[in-house]
């Protein structure tokens, strides 16, 4: 679903004094206006104009009317005109990919204009650019707390232009976080709020992200009938912004049908359209999604020219929200031609950047976010209420307090269930991480049988096969003299040592005493094939006489078979004490030594990956695993799992 993400459009319509983009003057006419009026505040006002009509079309020219505006208001001590011009200076850094330059703005402006009254509109402008600054930025919980300030400063001030704007970045806002019904919700209030007050320009946006949520919802009937109606409307305002935005959304749409022809044709048809933009963010968005395509479309070679070009732009502009996607692109190129390691590696970088992107936005957050500006909205409705009975006789004030009774009970009653809802939403989270480690041990389990038993009934046989040919060839030869023959036979000799290498690595994979006798008979097994010279081992099991749940046995498994291979590497150990006891209590495990031991703290992060895989395993059996050593101490390692 997240393709359809990537081309949510990015809310930059004019916050300036006209009601309506399509409905500002033509920049020729304005400079002649302006070169042309003496009174300085009409000029300013003036300027303001032409710099919203730049903001969209040609983000330099902007900001050069806005520098001019600043500093014509600043010689006029015109404070406000300065801040109101400074949203566009905003909007200027976020199209040459700097949202925090745009961020810093945004809340600099908003602590000086939280000290001046009547400016709810002007706060709710930076409110809704502060926001789109951290949506760019990756931080959408955040970028949230924005824009429901900016929705409550415009009610606050009756503005329903930007109430229909701050609607609409709330929608993007749960689109990014993959809250397709919510925002769904909001778009339709952005929409209806629209129509409401005759404002057509938010009609292209609007359509276009209802469509990219269908989208991920998978009804594409509904993507091709909005989109279709977003782009005529694009089209018909000179809006390129939008209208690419929904090409690259129809595209994504054949995309997912697998039409991959019409949706080349379609994504082809925006680049030229984004690129006149001059929006890197959104360029090296649409670029990713072509070079997956190219790979669906088996066309590596354009595929990873594509994508290449894609990341070098988002190195240079430090476009770090947009590294998984592109990732995902050139890995699935390297795939499809064939290049399985640098597509893994290409995959593990991709899901590290997704791990860390959600981590500060859970939906219980969110929930509470929304709830919180609801229940503020009802406590203003009480708040006037209140004042308005307060005028009237003792019986309607009687009345006004019994109301405001039962709302306190309902609003208990409402708070109660929400913390049931909190609590049984972390319960399904807490139930979907445990499943989702459960498929990732198994599926990891499942691949080492597979590699295992590839390796023993093929690569193994056919090595077999290759040294009984060459047995067999022995006698049919005649050797020259006896060093031919000695130097065959060490042939013969290194195919038999690979046989047994083959056969051993099989076994480490996959024991087969694991699958027919259980743990105990296994680790015993394992350990026979250490060298008692190079390191003394004493295995003691007890309890083990019945067999364990197949998941337990695995994963102790692994875990002491990891254990081991450590001390033998590293420890310089020459002996090794191991105890496996199963009880009333559950089943305890301990690996000593008397090697030099080691500092847990001054582990590098590639030393301490083997731990921290030992340490996931054990956690997903609900089990604890705990190291006591120190450097020239030894090593104890002691594992318990709470199973009956």
Not at 381 to 393: A, C, D, G, M
Not at 493 to 519: A, F, I, W, Y
């Amino acid at each position: 679903m997240r393709p359809f993400i990537t081309y949510l459009l990015f809310f930059l319509a004019t916050y300036g004094c006209t009601a309506s983009y399509a409905q500002s003057p033509k920049t020729d006419s304005l400079r002649k206006l302006i070169s042309s009026e003496k009174d300085i505040d009409r000029k300013m006002d003036l300027l303001l104009l032409l710099s919203n009509e730049f903001r969209m079309r040609n983000p330099d020219s902007s900001a050069k009317v806005t520098d001019e505006l600043v500093k014509l208001a600043g010689k006029q001590h015109n404070e406000t005109m300065q801040l109101r011009a400074e949203v566009n200076k905003v909007y200027y850094y976020m199209s040459m990919s700097k949202p925090d330059s745009g961020l810093l703005l945004s809340s600099k402006n908003i602590r000086l204009l939280n000290k001046v009254q009547g400016t709810d509109s002007l706060q709710s402008q930076y409110y809704s650019a502060a926001g789109l600054a951290l949506m760019r930025m990756n931080r959408q919980k955040e970028a949230m707390e924005q824009f429901y300030m900016a929705l409550k400063k415009a009610e606050k001030g009756n503005e329903k232009v930007v109430m229909v704007k701050s609607l609409h970045n709330i929608g993007w806002a749960y689109m990014e976080l993959n809250q397709f019904k919510e925002a769904i919700e909001h778009f339709r209030s952005s929409i209806d709020l629209a129509e409401e007050i005759k404002l057509p320009v938010r009609f292209a946006v609007s359509y276009n992200n209802l469509a990219s949520c269908y989208g991920a919802l998978k009804q594409y009937d509904s993507v091709y009938k909005f989109v279709k109606q977003g782009i005529r409307i694009a089209q018909q305002q000179k809006n390129i912004e939008a209208e690419a935005n929904g090409w690259n959304i129809m595209g994504t749409a054949y995309t997912a049908e697998r039409k991959y022809r019409e949706a080349l044709d379609c994504f082809l048809k925006a680049k030229p359209i984004r690129e006149k933009t001059g929006d890197a963010f959104f360029i090296v968005s649409d670029l990713a999604v072509l070079s997956e395509l190219y790979a669906l479309m088996n066309n590596t070679t354009e595929g990873l020219r594509t994508g290449n070009e894609a990341l070098r732009i988002a190195q240079e502009k430090n476009l770090q929200a947009k590294f998984p996607m592109i990732y995902k692109a050139i890995a699935l190129n390297h795939e499809k031609a064939g290049n399985y390691a640098a597509a893994s590696e290409l995959y593990k970088k991709m899901n590290d950047l997704k791990d860390s992107i959600y981590t500060h936005a859970s939906e219980e957050a969110l929930a509470e976010m929304k709830t919180k500006y609801e229940t503020e909205k009802k406590e203003k409705v009480i708040q006037e209420q209140q004042f308005n009975l307060t005028r009237k006789n003792y019986l309607i004030t009687g009345i006004s307090l019994a109301l405001l009774f039962g709302l306190a009970l309902a609003w208990l009653f409402y708070n109660r269930n929400q913390l049931k809802q909190k609590a049984k939403l972390q319960q399904t989270v807490f139930e979907q991480q445990q499943l989702a480690a459960s498929a990732v041990m198994k599926a990891e389990e499942k691949e080492r049988q597979r590699i295992a038993k590839d390796l023993h009934d093929g690569v193994g046989q056919m090595m077999s096969a290759a040294k009984m040919n060459l047995s067999a060839f022995e006698n049919e030869i005649q050797f020259s003299n006896a060093d031919q023959k000695l130097s065959f036979e060490r042939i013969i000799g290194l195919v038999d040592e690979s046989c047994k290498e083959v056969r051993t690595v099989s076994h480490q994979m996959m024991p087969n005493m694991l699958l027919k006798s259980g743990l105990g008979k296994a680790v015993a097994e394992f350990l026979d094939k250490i060298d008692q010279k190079v390191i003394k081992v004493n295995l003691h099991v007890e309890g083990l006489q019945e067999r364990l749940n197949e998941d337990v046995e695995i994963v102790l498994y692994r875990v002491l078979q990891e254990c081991v291979n450590n001390v033998i590497k590293h420890s310089g150990a020459s002996h090794l004490d191991i105890a496996i006891i199963k009880d009333k209590d559950g089943i305890s495990a301990t690996i000593e030594d008397n090697g030099k031991g080691f500092d847990l703290q001054q582990l590098d992060e590639e030393s301490g990956i083997g731990l921290k895989n030992m340490k996931a395993r054990i956690d997903y059996l609900n089990g604890s695993i705990d190291f006591d050593t120190a450097p020239g101490k030894g090593t104890l390692v002691a594992i318990h799992l709470p199973v009956a």
